[in-house]
């Protein structure tokens, strides 16, 4: 079955750029959704935004203009970029398969930690 | 963005108890509702979809139901594997947003 794997720098310091993987094995990353959700130490879940195909993306208005999300489909790999990131973006992020635009997240990567500081 | 409310945030039962969660939406979604469980630090796992639609796999004492504004996630006899947290999420918008959770803790 699809497994979704996680990966990146563990720590990054404020006003500087947040960027994780996200590599997929036992399936193919073209024709489906790819999302990024993260969730704050003890808190609840954010969906940051997707990827579909290579050019159509769709973002959280509240972090809109700080991310941006691809593909690379030669190396079946999800990427995330997070600018000027601060204390506030410390959390576990996840990657998930999108079953659809109007879709539920099945299956989830295990999630990395990132801490800002 | 459609807010999604949860409650309660955490409620104590015992293994065999019948255990609720209601999880409302500031607006109509039909039935673009999924449930998810999440056990301390692990992935959040998808248990149904469509308001009502068991995932494969998942044991049937899990059941959820609604449509539009108000929906319900049900365990019929809590297991001690089941002690987790419960999320709901709606797809019906964007942002595609989540309930705020509810813990589900051993009495």
């Known amino acids: 079955q699809v497994q979704l794997q996680e990966s990146g720098p563990g720590l990054v310091k404020p006003s500087e750029t947040l960027s994780l993987t996200c590599t997929v094995s036992?399936?193919?990353?073209?024709?489906?959704?790819w999302s990024w959700i993260r969730q704050p130490p003890g808190k609840g879940l954010e969906w940051i935004g997707y990827v579909y195909y290579i050019d159509t993306t769709n973002y959280n208005p509240s972090l809109k203009s700080r991310v941006s999300i691809s593909i690379d489909t030669s190396k079946n790999q999800v990427s995330l970029e997070l600018t000027s990131v601060t204390a506030a973006d410390t959390a576990v992020y996840y990657c998930?398969?999108?079953?659809?635009?109007?879709?539920?997240?099945?299956?989830w990567g295990q999630g990395i930690l990132v801490t800002v500081s | 963005d459609i807010q999604m409310t949860q409650s309660p945030s955490s409620l104590s039962a015992s293994v065999g108890d019948r255990v609720t969660i209601t999880c409302r939406a500031s607006?109509?979604?039909?039935?673009?509702l999924a449930w998810f469980q999440q056990k301390p630090g692990k992935a959040p796992k998808s248990l149904i979809y469509?308001?009502?639609s068991l995932q494969p796999g998942v044991p049937s004492r899990f059941s959820g139901s609604g449509s539009g504004a108000e929906f319900t996630l049900t365990i019929s006899s809590l297991q001690p594997e089941d002690f987790a947290t419960y999320y709901c999420?709606?797809?019906?918008?964007?942002?595609?947003?989540f309930g705020g959770g509810t813990k589900v803790e051993i009495k």
């Open positions: 036992g399936g193919s990353v073209s024709g489906y959704y």
């Open positions: 607006q109509a979604i039909r039935n673009n």
């Open positions: 999420q709606q797809y019906n918008g964007y942002p595609l947003t």
């Open positions: 998930a398969r999108q079953g659809a635009h109007y879709g539920w997240f099945d299956p």
């Open positions: 469509a308001a009502s």
